[in-house]
T-cell receptor, first 111, second 116 residues
């Protein structure tokens, strides 16, 4: 089983739609969780951290379910500019260097 | 703030040649990471440094790969000899040593390496 698994997509949605991505992780000792965004031929950038209580940043909501070992990202009112690949990232603990990246879910928002 | 700087941005070389990738982390950051990204394997950590000291190089594919960080503002990743399967995008990232495990990693623009 891979350490961090994501549906690769692509998710093709119209502008204004709500879309959700899920990610599962295998290491129950994982310490912290993130969503990174990567535009085509660009570097990954932090979108948001994911906290146990769930957190929201504008149109983006992240949830963590430790019991089931999955993380979700919800995007409301999708914009064309949301088109990108979304990487689920898990720190498996021990040090900052123990980040495991999922392969990403590709989102394409159409007019 | 200039962000993480990498050079070159693109490198095309022939099999057997030595390749050197360079990285300048964000000033004040304590951690520096080297990643490799391919379609097949995604983003993989190769090695990381804390205060210029290599902490974990278990991701380095084989002895052909080596990395150094002679000072806080410069690191290199060297491949010698290069092989076609080394073709990938190589990212350098840095982060600040804050409290806990929620420290953001800032990535450079990457070096796109093609080995013919």
């Amino acid at each position: 089983r891979k350490e961090v698994e994501q549906d690769p997509g692509p998710f093709n949605v119209p502008e204004g739609a709500t879309v959700a991505f899920n990610c599962t992780y295998s290491n129950s000792a994982s310490q912290s969780f993130f969503w990174y965004r990567q535009d085509c031929r660009k570097e990954p950038k932090l979108l948001m951290s994911v906290y146990s209580s769930g957190n929201e940043d504008g149109r983006f909501t992240a949830q963590l379910n430790r019991a089931s070992q999955y993380i979700s990202l919800l995007i409301r009112d999708s914009k064309l500019s949301d088109s990108a690949t979304y990487l689920c990232v898990v720190n498996i603990g021990g040090s900052q260097g123990n980040l495991i990246f999922g392969k990403g879910t590709k989102l394409s928002v159409k007019p | 703030d200039a962000g993480v700087i990498q050079s070159p941005r693109h490198e095309v070389t022939e099999m057997g040649q030595e390749v050197t990738l360079r990285c300048k982390p964000i000033s004040g950051h304590d951690y520096l990471f080297w990643y490799r990204q391919t379609m097949m394997r995604g983003l993989e950590l190769l090695i990381y440094f804390n205060n210029n000291v290599p902490i974990d190089d278990s991701g380095m594919p084989e002895d052909r790969f080596s990395a150094k960080m002679p000072n806080a503002s410069f690191s290199t990743l060297k491949i010698q000899p290069s092989e076609p399967r080394d073709s990938a995008v190589y990212f350098c990232a840095s982060s600040f040593d804050g409290v806990g495990f929620y420290n953001e990693q800032f990535f450079g623009p990457g070096t796109r390496l093609t080995v013919l």
